[in-house]
């Protein structure tokens, strides 16, 4: 396989302002969690908060994902904008807490397709503390499609845009 080794032009300031960027634009992420033998991912809404350096969800007091983050804090999300070939993975640890503040200041009008308001009991604030990221940032559909045929037509490996890894 041909692999570039100069994919990311950007400061790592800049990777770790675009990796949050777009986090929130994208909303929603798949959530993977370990369960001592295997990975488990489903797709969760995330409140993306640059400032407070954390992502939070709003989840049920039940599922399992719960009993696997008291024994493996340890997860990543993953963010996907196909259409325009943008994507994102963090990982870091992550607690599970009952913090009805946090709740309902993060509560949305969305929420209500699971709860009827902020002050369902059931509901559970899981925060992701992140320590590393990811970006695949390229400059589009259209410009991707054309750098790939030129790459097919000189035997190169095209330019696809932004790939950097940074601590977050």
């Excluded at 488990?40 to 989840?59: G, N, T, W």
């Excluded at 696997?68 to 599970?96: F, H, I, M, T």
């Excluded at 308001?117 to 899981?126: E, F, H, K, V, Y």
Aim: glycine share 6%; aromatic share 8%; with cysteine.
């Amino acid at each position: 396989m041909k692999e570039r080794q100069d994919d990311n032009l950007k400061s790592p300031e800049e990777v770790r302002d675009r990796i949050w960027e777009l986090a929130k634009k994208i909303d929603i992420c798949m959530f993977t969690t370990w369960d001592g033998s295997e990975q488990q991912s489903r797709p969760l809404s995330a409140r993306v908060r640059q400032d407070e350096h954390a992502i939070y969800f709003l989840v049920d007091e039940s599922g399992e994902k719960n009993a696997q983050l008291e024994r493996y804090p340890a997860v990543s999300c993953a963010w996907a904008d196909n259409g325009n070939y943008k994507y994102v993975l963090v990982s870091g640890q992550a607690r599970l807490t009952n913090d009805r503040a946090k709740i309902t200041e993060l509560w949305s009008k969305a929420d209500e397709a699971w709860w009827e308001d902020a002050n369902d009991p059931t509901i559970r604030l899981l925060t992701v503390a992140p320590e590393r990221g990811e970006l695949w940032d390229s400059p589009g559909k259209a410009v991707a499609l054309v750098k790939m045929v030129a790459a097919v037509v000189t035997g190169g490996a095209p330019e696809m845009g932004d790939n950097a890894k940074v601590t977050l």
